[in-house]
């Protein structure tokens, strides 16, 4: 319920408002979409629970991993995606920032990246779906001890996991080098013109968007926290001992993987600025209160982002 509450407010506001509609906010978008998918599963998950069976049978487990596959792979891409737009954005805020047609087509890529072993295993060309833990939740197969098995599980812990992982953790090292240096620089010229601080409206505006990337690096790390127990679990059904894995503790660490879905769009309620001024103008429900100053800082920003689309 807080997912499908949390991400469709994401989807409304973000699409709707004019201000928010920034190529840098295309990944937040994309984000909140792959979420929703996931969260899709949750009452499916509930019937499961009742009828202690998948729901459909075999279509239907497969129908549940497959939302599973998508949402996880997806998610994982863009975070990647909302790095190297932070980077390029922080780092380069003048001539480094995405335009909109770049942001379309980076976004296009991660579905383009979710989608071929998240359909392989349904087609039943390379992998397999199959029920996991109490048979009440579906996943791909990591359990038969056969060289085809474990060669998809390695490969789609690489591809899903282990890329991703490394693009978002070279892109955010980056970025900090980055605000270092600048910092460095900032403070060199401050002794030089014997004065305390040249904090200028480009600093105010970086800020703001620093106050973003600490939300993203968040949704990032929420990111590991969610699947690492999962990836874990799969790694040791197809290479580990098979035997340490109960129904129980192969199926926590799938339910875990899809809480980050329910805590995403409160991390960008509580982080976004010009996001948190919609919240207080449409939803007053909320309590939410955002400084005028920041959305002037904010605004620019986007404003910039815009003229580049």
Not at 201 to 210: F, T, W
Not at 223 to 231: G, I, K
Not at 240 to 268: H, Q
Request: hydrophobic share 45%; net charge neutral; charged share 20%.
């Amino acid at each position: 319920m807080l997912s499908l509450l949390g991400n469709g407010i994401v989807i409304w506001i973000f699409s709707t408002s004019k201000s928010l509609r920034t190529p840098s906010n295309i990944f937040i978008l994309n984000l909140a979409v792959f979420d929703l998918l996931m969260a899709t599963e949750m009452p499916m998950l509930i019937i499961n629970s009742f009828l202690e069976r998948t729901i459909g049978w075999e279509t239907g487990c497969d129908v549940y991993a497959l939302l599973g596959a998508i949402s996880g792979m997806g998610q994982a891409i863009t975070n990647a995606a909302i790095a190297f737009d932070r980077y390029r954005t922080i780092s380069y805020p003048i001539d480094g920032r995405l335009n909109g047609k770049q942001a379309m087509v980076l976004a296009l890529f991660t579905w383009f990246w979710a989608l071929p072993f998240s359909i392989l295993p349904m087609t039943g060309l390379w992998g397999r779906y199959v029920a996991e833990g109490f048979l009440t939740t579906c996943s791909f197969d990591y359990l038969t001890d056969d060289e085809d098995t474990k060669t998809f599980v390695i490969t789609i812990f690489f591809w899903a996991y282990v890329l991703p992982m490394l693009l978002i953790i070279y892109f955010y090292s980056q970025l900090l080098k980055s605000i270092r240096s600048h910092e460095k620089m900032l403070r060199d010229q401050a002794k030089k013109m014997n004065v305390k601080s040249l904090v200028s409206n480009q600093d105010k505006e970086r800020s703001v968007e620093m106050r973003i990337a600490k939300a993203a690096f968040t949704i990032f790390f929420l990111f590991v926290l969610a699947w690492t127990p999962y990836a874990v679990v799969a790694l040791t059904g197809a290479y580990g001992n098979r035997e340490a894995l109960t129904p129980l503790s192969t199926m926590l660490p799938a339910i875990f993987a899809k809480t980050v879905s329910c805590i995403d769009p409160w991390i960008y309620a509580i982080n976004h600025p010009r996001y948190r001024q919609e919240l207080e103008k449409r939803c007053k429900w909320m309590g939410i209160r955002e400084k005028i100053a920041e959305d002037t800082v904010s605004a620019q920003t986007e404003k910039v982002n815009a003229e580049e689309t």
